[in-house]
């Protein structure tokens, strides 16, 4: 049973440029999130997606947006790069629990994106 | 807002010594607490959770106890092993959003083990 996949593994763009990175969830998840980790640092929580929409979003501009599939998978979208948008881009899925309890997640390898 | 404070690393220690990795957090209401591993390369992998008060999550040998009345989630094991070596991170789930959960993290703490 696959994981969550994420693609590509490493890119190099500059400044100004946009990137686009891709995540497959775990079979069953239907919930996706993101999550940017610096270098040296704890992930922070970018956005995550349901049923194709937004739900929850992080202290991050909107330069950073996304979209969710009807299959599940999404992207995330960063334009406009600056050096600080460096760093390992995880995605994460679950599914929705309805009931007490943790809803865990299941984190990809990540993206690792350098800006020149 | 919701935050996690780890004790800073890195941390090394000798095969077969007792391993402790303290973690405090300040959060509204009745957070989930997790602890997730990083090895080299990479994603985090789930180590353990605890989703109410006094609950003691375990795995692996690594174990952790929500204590409410002191906010923390402290990670022991009593013997490491070479294997242990990695970035070990805390993490708090919190409850807004109805049941769509999002994790908050701790910046990481480096653990190496030296056979």
């Known amino acids: 049973d696959a994981g969550v996949t994420q693609s590509p593994t490493h890119l190099i763009k500059t400044r100004g440029q946009q990137v686009t990175l891709r995540c497959s969830p775990k079979?069953?998840?239907?919930?996706v999130s993101w999550y940017q980790q610096a270098l040296g640092q704890g992930p922070q929580f970018i956005f995550q997606?349901?049923?194709?929409?937004?739900?929850q979003r992080g202290n991050f501009p909107d330069r950073f947006s996304g979209h969710q599939f009807p299959n599940y998978s999404s992207e995330l979208n960063v334009n406009a790069l600056l050096l600080g948008d460096s760093a390992l881009y995880l995605c994460a899925s679950s599914w929705v629990t309805r009931g007490a309890g943790a809803n865990v997640l299941t984190f990809g390898a990540g993206s690792r994106l350098t800006v020149l | 807002g919701d935050s996690v404070t780890q004790m800073e690393g890195p941390v090394t220690l000798s095969e077969e010594a007792f391993l402790t990795i303290n973690c405090t957090y300040t959060a509204t209401g009745y957070p989930s607490l997790f602890w997730y591993v990083q090895y080299p390369g990479e994603g985090l992998q789930l180590l353990l959770k605890a989703t109410k008060a006094d609950d003691k999550g375990s795995n692996k040998g690594f174990e952790a106890t929500y204590r409410k009345e002191t906010t923390s989630f402290h990670l022991e094991k009593g013997s490491v092993q070479v294997s242990d070596s990695a970035v070990y991170f805390c993490a708090l789930s919190d409850r807004s959003g109805g049941s769509n959960y999002k994790l908050t993290f701790g910046k990481g703490t480096l653990l190496t083990v030296n056979p």
């Open positions: 079979s069953g998840h239907d919930t």
């Open positions: 997606y349901y049923e194709e929409e937004e739900r």
